[in-house]
């Protein structure tokens, strides 16, 4: 089993900073299986990266998602208040077919 | 416009059984692989179960396996989740979320419903 671990825990940053959040597997995987999620406070996750590098509908750009191998990233150019949130990575495994979930980056506001 | 209403929430002692579901409008269910996602009070998220398009193919965590089992209706459009022999670790906001055309993500999710199993 692929284990996926996010870093750092917790992100303090301001408003207008740029975030950058880590999601490192256990091993090798294909970038095209690996997603990213936010997710606000008594809200379900909302799709923000897919394919580790393709934004999904309605994404503004100032999100950005690359790496490959075990290592990848989401990147934040410059953060919103909105943007303050929990943020997850998720790998699909074909063979058994399952997800896995990092165990979250909280962002907060500094 | 996609929405995913969930339903079936509730508080169940151990050893008890629940069904929850989740009715899909604005786009081709039939078309779509489903799943289940939990997230437990103040902790991450952890894929529970999927479906394939038409029912056949059901898939299931290590955690839930034989005592969960997910099926849908594609007349009715609605997806379920059958939870028997609950277990106080089960206590979760349950979300049903769609897959996007590939299996490989969860593109829409719906609003999550309660599960407490307490005595």
């Known amino acids: 089993e692929i284990v996926l671990t996010q870093s750092p825990g917790t992100l303090s940053l301001s408003p207008g900073e740029r975030a950058t959040l880590s999601c490192r597997a256990s091993q090798s995987v294909s970038s095209s299986y690996l997603a990213w999620y936010q997710q606000k406070p008594g809200q379900a996750p909302r799709l923000l990266i897919y394919g580790a590098s393709s934004r999904a509908t309605g994404i503004p750009d100032r999100f950005s998602g690359s790496g490959s191998g075990t290592d990848f990233t989401l990147t934040i150019s410059r953060l919103e208040p909105e943007d303050f949130a929990v943020y997850y990575c998720?790998?699909?495994?074909?063979?058994?077919?399952?997800?896995?979930f990092g165990q979250g980056t909280k962002l907060e506001i500094k | 416009e996609v929405q995913l209403l969930q339903s079936g929430g509730d508080l169940v002692q151990p050893g008890g059984s629940l069904r929850l579901s989740c009715a899909a409008s604005g786009f081709s269910f039939s078309s779509y692989a489903m799943n289940w996602v939990r997230q437990a009070p103040g902790k991450g998220l952890e894929w529970v179960s999927a479906t394939s398009s038409s029912g056949s193919g059901t898939y299931y965590s290590d955690s839930v396996k034989g005592r969960f089992t997910v099926s849908r209706d594609n007349s009715k459009n609605t997806l379920y989740l059958q939870m028997n022999s609950l277990r106080a670790e089960d206590t979760a906001v349950y979300y049903c979320a769609k897959t996007m055309g590939t299996w490989y993500f969860f593109d829409y999710w719906g609003q999550g419903t309660l599960v407490t199993v307490s005595s």
């Open positions: 998720q790998l699909y495994d074909s063979s058994p077919r399952a997800y896995t």
